[in-house]
């Protein structure tokens, strides 16, 4: 009995030295447990004094043009994000050839990392200061090639190069052109809520000051604000 006695008070000591979680230390370790372990969950987001000047870390950065498809300009973000679109932009080219036959030639985006706090709460880091969320405006569509099977009873008007864009065809107001490109948008968006390793936040028009692009990130947590 003695032992028995002797073991459990040792068992609380080293508990009682061990350090405690930081909440995302325990979120990283959660996320890790379902098979989802990224890099950025352990990163603190809460700012102590938010009106202090927010500090940043740009040279982590890395610059990234796209892979499977372009983005307009390099976009500036962490290494671990960059594995996350390479994700999305597979899904961008799947969802694409189902609806046009014909992958996006270029990705039209606001940004990645921009060193600011989360929009309406200055207490905390947005994900784009981290280099761990993108702003997606819309998509530029090059002609179509002779060799590419295009879709039965796809528009004629669509053959040739056009843009669908989050602002206009998210909620279109008429024609058929734009209810094919607002179908475009919300598949990809479901596409990409149905998978759990592209991205875990998912922001759209629904939500406020979104109401021409559709942003995306890596947040230790998952949310859908479309």
């Not at 892979?67 to 594995?83: I, K, M, N, Q």
Request: proline content about 5%.
């Amino acid at each position: 009995m003695r032992s028995v006695t002797l073991s459990v008070k040792a068992a609380h000591a080293e508990s009682d030295l061990a350090p405690a979680l930081s909440r995302y230390e325990m979120l990283a370790r959660w996320n890790a447990l379902r098979g989802d372990a990224y890099a950025l969950d352990t990163r603190e987001r809460f700012v102590e004094n938010p009106r202090q000047r927010l500090r940043c870390q740009p040279e982590n950065m890395v610059l990234y043009r796209g892979d499977t498809v372009r983005f307009y300009g390099s976009l500036s973000v962490d290494p671990a994000f960059r594995e996350r679109l390479q994700r999305f932009e597979e899904v961008v080219a799947e969802v694409a050839r189902e609806i046009y036959g014909r992958a996006p030639h270029r990705i039209q985006h606001y940004g990645a990392y921009s060193c600011r706090a989360s929009r309406n709460r200055s207490q905390r880091l947005s994900e784009h200061a981290l280099g761990n969320a993108v702003d997606i405006v819309g998509f530029d569509f090059a002609p179509a090639k002779k060799k590419e099977s295009l879709p039965e009873g796809l528009p004629r008007a669509l053959k040739y190069g056009f843009q669908v864009r989050v602002a206009k065809h998210w909620n279109p107001k008429s024609g058929a052109n734009a209810a094919l490109h607002s179908k475009f948008l919300r598949s990809l968006t479901d596409r990409l809520i149905g998978r759990d390793d592209v991205f875990r936040g998912f922001v759209g028009p629904g939500h406020q000051g979104h109401s021409d692009h559709l942003h995306f990130d890596m947040a230790p947590w998952r949310y859908v604000r479309l």
